[in-house]
């Protein structure tokens, strides 16, 4: 590269030329420079508006939602016995609380196994099926045997018997079942055990045998006397010198017992009741208490006849019977005997427990679960693998209680609580296991081959001393609008009061927001006389724009509102001289204090309907205030499947295998989610029974659940089962195909489907789009958006639907239209950006030109430089030349 030094040549300063020649022409670029910081300025302008406007609308958010103004608040006075939350719908008051038992989740444990991986039984395909139901009747405990003659003799010893760990007093008077339950009784509330003797009977064959008597008649004529007593109450007797026949005879007892006398008033003081006849060998007697009933001859002297004797000699007899106890655990667990000799109580040492005299009834509300075993997975582990995956409401584990030779434990919980959660656990199948049977089936009806460790129970309280039972800890329909979380037994008060702290703070928030909006947009478009001074947006039509119209926006009166309050200064809102608005507190408090219904339409959005069956859902930023008629044409249906066999005086018998295909809210077009293979436990049902199990089965499929669809079954009133879908609407629809075991056509007769149906109408005379039970304004009429739920009622003129949008509903509408990408502001800074970009190809343009006038000055001055420096040259040479000569010419 050659070294250019403009300039040399001539002594010009060609480059300070230049730079002053182009300052010149580079004039115009600081012109729009100016323009473009102006421009940047309206921008960030812009950007500082759109900050206001967002804040505004932000502090919005609180007062446009209805929650706000329905927060009600829920305190305990021992957060330790409970905690509570409320919604809106819960009224305002003060509850007594007294939680008497928690709830939980039934748990169930097979007997010892030595291992965990050992095959159980042959490997047949063995189905379990789980259901859920509620256990009524009969106690959880154990039934002792009767006592025995030993004990009726000498009584228990004390330290005989323990429950639990508690010892229970006894001594030589507890010969009875009735003195043993009441011993029991006294440590309940320490052993959690108690007791009920058992009704304590004479032989049915005392008196007789296959319907005859044996009782002889009494014969003292040779000088012997007779008395017959019962539990020590003489019921007959004859002196001395009575023939066989004249005295005491089967038919004079008959005679005696069966009138109102000395005897019978003596027996019932005794407490001691009685049936049959001693003439026909029938008679017994009974103690309900479980007291002993000792049934005695007493003889003196020579006597024949008598209980078993006709004829022989009678030299006295005593029959003492005794009873049992039944022990019941108060909380349905094993109950723990020991002591010294607990056989002495009847009972055996070691824990036990289970349902005596109960019955199962399954709750049609929760879904069947069933589980395969086979030879791929009969093991302990192997089964609690299977019943853990399939994720039916059941878990299982193993415990090893540490024992020698069986310690593990199959244990079986059900995850949900409450006493209608109680397991019933069905073995069966194509080719069921005996040993799998023998291990878990689980009935407490029936069969118990598993061992209860905690017993499926509810919550149960009294509010203000109203009794309240509830499957979960947490409590949701005993005080309206109120959820309860119970922690622990006890008592305590719970006050339910309104919130009104939110809707303040909501308003204060506004105001807030709007005066620093309104401080931010004046000084946007401001202009100061003394300084000359303006703001970046001053004659700004969009700054302006939004300025008028929020401040319109809040000075006009809400209108369709039906209450007291319809603007703003009513509450203690104002506008003030430079416009920003000020907050009466006082005046606030006393609006909420008496109109605080009316505050919510002033602010928000709200719907309301005359019609308790209709009910305000939503609306769109497109539905226009005002009171629409509304009017229904069809309501909404649900899709159902109809048998044509009547079942009330049947009994259905389900085979063993038998499953459907269920096609739920999906049969047009189906889907593989749509779509259930449904298992239906072998058995004979009744008609309701068999509602149940449809409904619990079909609800089991885990693609209906995870997707919310179920369905309801009934008996109709011509006793045909009817399976209805959950859904309402188009979308609702069930139809089941056969596939193995019992047929559709054989349980419920031929079957029809038929689809449901969107509920139909107009809103304010405009026909309205139907989707279920909802039903939603036309596009283009002012109810456009309105969002309405007919959950009911008849067809026709369904009254009118009242819609307002308070202020801040309004102003987030209106805010919602200035921000974003397509909003106002944006357009107005998209406007200038456009501009900018403008000028900057311009200043392209001009620095084009610049540089090209540049690059001609350098050229111009270029060749001055070298004519210059030419002729600089000839001057110097011409100078040389001549001083020459003047040289050669001296």
């Known amino acids: 590269m050659g070294i250019s030094s403009p300039g040399i040549g001539s002594g010009l300063d060609i480059n300070g030329l230049i730079s002053k020649l182009m300052a010149v022409e580079a004039q115009p670029l600081k012109e729009l420079d100016a323009k473009e910081t102006a421009l940047q300025g309206k921008i960030s302008a812009l950007g500082s508006l759109n900050g206001a406007v967002t804040s505004l609308q932000s502090s919005l958010s609180s007062l446009s939602n209805q929650a706000t103004y329905q927060s009600v608040s829920a305190n305990a006075s021992d957060s330790a016995v409970l905690s509570a939350s409320a919604t809106s719908k819960a009224v305002a008051g003060s509850y007594a609380i007294n939680v008497k038992q928690m709830a939980q989740s039934q748990a169930l444990a097979t007997a010892g196994k030595a291992s965990t991986t050992a095959a159980i039984g042959g490997g047949g395909s063995t189905t379990l099926t789980f259901r859920f139901g509620t256990v009524s009747g009969g106690v959880f405990g154990i039934a002792g045997s009767n006592l025995s003659a030993t004990v009726a003799s000498n009584g228990i010893a004390d330290g005989s018997l323990s429950l639990n760990g508690v010892a229970i007093s006894t001594d030589s008077n507890t010969k009875s079942a009735k003195a043993l339950a009441a011993a029991i009784n006294a440590k309940s509330s320490t052993s959690g055990v108690t007791a009920t003797a058992s009704t304590t009977a004479t032989s049915a064959t005392l008196f007789g045998n296959s319907g005859a008597s044996t009782f002889g008649d009494i014969d003292t004529s040779g000088s012997g006397t007779y008395s017959l007593s019962v539990g020590g109450v003489e019921i007959a007797s004859q002196a001395s010198g ?28 005794a407490n001691i009741t009685f049936s049959g006849n001693a ?4 008679l017994q007697f009974f103690s309900a208490e479980g007291a002993n009933l000792t049934v005695a001859e007493t003889i003196s002297g020579t006597v024949t006849g008598g209980i078993g004797n006709s004829g022989s000699a009678n030299s006295g007899s005593t029959v003492t019977t005794t009873a049992s106890v039944t022990l019941a655990s108060s909380s349905a667990t094993p109950i723990t005997v020991a002591g010294n000799d607990a056989t002495l109580a009847g009972l055996v040492a070691g824990a036990a427990g289970s349902y005596i005299g109960s019955s199962f009834a399954a709750d049609a509300n929760q879904s069947i679960g069933t589980v395969t075993i086979d030879s791929s997975n009969n093991s302990l582990q192997g089964i ?39 397991l019933k656990i069905d073995v069966g199948g194509s080719s069921p296991d005996a040993t799998i049977s023998d291990l878990l089936s689980y009935d407490a009806g029936g069969t118990q081959k598993l061992n209860q460790i905690s017993a499926a129970q509810s919550t149960k309280l009294t509010v203000n001393g109203i009794e309240v039972s509830s499957n979960s800890n947490t409590v949701t329909d005993a005080i309206q609008g109120v959820s309860l979380t119970v922690s622990k037994t006890g008592t305590s008060n719970l006050t339910v009061a309104r919130d009104t702290g939110g809707v303040k703070s909501g308003v204060q928030a506004f105001v807030k927001a709007y005066n620093e909006f309104n401080t931010t947009v004046k000084s946007l478009i401001s202009y100061d006389p003394a300084t000359k001074k303006a703001g970046p947006l001053l004659g700004d039509s969009t700054a302006q724009l939004i300025q008028t119209q929020v401040k319109k926006q809040l000075s006009t009166a809400i209108p369709g509102l039906s209450g007291s309050l319809s603007n703003l200064s009513q509450i203690g809102i104002a506008f003030q001289k430079d416009g920003s608005l000020s907050l ?8 909420m204090s008496s109109n605080y219904e009316d505050i919510i339409g002033l602010f928000a959005a709200i719907g309301d309907a005359s019609d308790s069956l209709v009910s305000y859902t939503s609306s769109s930023g497109k539905t226009k205030a005002g009171t629409y008629a509304v009017d229904i044409t069809s309501l909404a249906t649900q899709g159902k499947l109809q048998g044509s066999r009547d079942l009330r005086s049947e009994s259905i018998t389900i085979a063993s295998g038998t499953a459907w295909s269920v096609t739920l809210n999906g049969t047009s077009p189906s889907s593989s989610s749509t779509i259930a293979s449904v298992a239906i436990p072998a058995g004979t049902y009744s008609a309701s029974d068999l509602a149940s199990l449809l409904q619990s ?11 919310g669809a179920s369905v309801s079954a009934s008996i109709n009133d011509d006793g045909l089962m009817e399976i209805k879908s959950g859904k309402y609407g188009s979308v609702s629809n069930i139809s089941i195909a056969n596939l193995t075991g019992s047929t559709v056509e054989e349980v419920l007769g031929s079957s029809t489907s038929t689809d449901g149906a969107d509920v139909a109408g107009s809103i304010g005379g405009v026909a309205a789009t139907g989707s279920g039970q909802f039903l939603t304004g036309g596009v283009g009429a002012d109810a456009e958006g309105l969002k309405i739920e007919v959950t009911g009622g008849n067809t026709g003129a369904r009254g009118t639907i009242s819609f307002s949008q308070g202020y801040a509903f309004q102003l987030n509408t209106l805010a919602s239209s200035y921000l974003g990408n397509k909003g106002l502001i944006a357009n107005g800074s998209d406007g200038l950006k456009a501009s900018v970009t403008d000028l900057e190809k311009t200043r392209d343009r001009l620095n084009d030109r610049l540089s090209d006038a540049e690059k001609r000055y350098r050229k111009q001055f270029t060749a001055l430089d070298v004519t210059l420096s030419r002729m600089n ?6 100078q040389q030349q001549l001083a020459s000569l003047a040289n050669n010419t001296k």
């Open 242 to 269: 009575v023939g066989a026949g004249s005295g005491v005879t089967a038919a004079s007892l008959d005679a005696t017992l069966a009138g109102t006398n000395a005897v019978t008033n003596a027996l019932a003081a």
């Open 279 to 282: 003439a026909d060998g029938s």
């Open 384 to 422: 609690r693998d299977a019943i853990n995956k399939a994720n039916i409401g059941v878990s299982a584990s193993i415990i090893s209680d540490g024992s020698g030779s069986n310690p593990y434990h199959l244990v079986i919980s059900s995850t949900k609580s409450g006493a209608s959660s109680t």
């Open 584 to 591: 009466d507190s006082a005046k606030l408090s006393s609006a």
């Open 697 to 707: 089965a079909i609800n089991g499929a885990s693609n209906f659940s995870s997707s």
């Open 873 to 878: 040259s000839t001057s110097q040479y011409l």
